[in-house]
């Protein structure tokens, strides 16, 4: 399973080493809730063994050694428009998660990314705990642009269109979207910030995990993308 959430930076540099690395510490307190302790974060690093010789998070927020490693890759690089770093969970009793958040300030591709992988993580795989999951994602990105939830293979081989996000299992847009709209999905969920709304998350199957060996859930997340498309509301 993927999760991958799409945003802009506000501003014009990119934030410092700390400020970026408490993203993923953000992240990690929300995964927190489904069985991933906060300490239990390692930093990327060149080999696994420098990896996991210190935690990237703790109860405060990033570790010092973790922002030090993060600085040290930076003056590598030597970019000042593009960071990613990632963080993973050491593979605890066969469940594996990793994920990064790359920022750009790049003019011509601000485009930021939280990418997430999720191996045997069965808590995810119920559909209110997904749905928890995204929606603690946009607490941290609230003018997120769009968000995804889906195996691995719907994206690569089963998804419409190349160049436009695909249903998958879960779909957040940054616009209402009514049953009138797009009667195909199985829950539009509103996602509002006070009495705002700011978006709807598009389940294409409610009741189980969604699965690219059960041909019908292909179809229906098909079928969603095509009627989006359609009224122009899923972005290029």
């Not at 510490?25 to 927190?32: N, T």
Request: glycine content about 6%; hydrophobic content about 40%.
């Amino acid at each position: 399973m993927q999760v991958d959430l799409i945003f802009h930076l506000q501003q014009t540099t990119l934030p410092s080493h700390e400020e970026h690395l408490r993203y993923l510490w953000k992240v990690a307190k929300v995964l927190e809730q489904f069985g991933f302790p906060i300490e239990n974060w390692y930093p990327s690093a060149s080999t696994q063994k420098r990896s996991l010789a210190n935690p990237a998070f703790d109860r405060n927020g990033p570790t010092p050694v973790a922002v030090g490693m993060l600085r040290a890759k930076d003056k590598r690089v030597a970019l000042d428009n593009y960071r990613i770093t990632s963080v993973w969970n050491g593979v605890s009793k066969g469940r594996a998660c990793a994920f990064s958040v790359s920022l750009s300030t790049d003019a011509g591709l601000p485009r930021c990314v939280l990418h997430l992988g999720l191996y045997e993580v069965d808590e995810l795989d119920h559909p209110i705990n997904m749905k928890r999951f995204i929606f603690g994602l946009l607490d941290i990105w609230p003018a997120a642009c769009e968000a995804t939830a889906g195996p691995l293979m719907y994206y690569t081989m089963h998804q419409v269109f190349p160049r436009r996000p695909g249903a998958g299992w879960m779909l957040y847009l940054p616009r209402p979207i009514t049953a009138n709209e797009l009667p195909e999905a199985a829950e539009l969920v509103p996602v509002m910030h006070g009495h705002k709304q700011l978006g709807t998350l598009i389940v294409s199957v409610a009741d189980r995990v969604f699965s690219v060996d059960e041909p019908e859930h292909i179809k229906i997340a098909n079928a969603i993308e095509v009627r989006l498309a359609d009224q122009d509301i899923l972005p290029r």
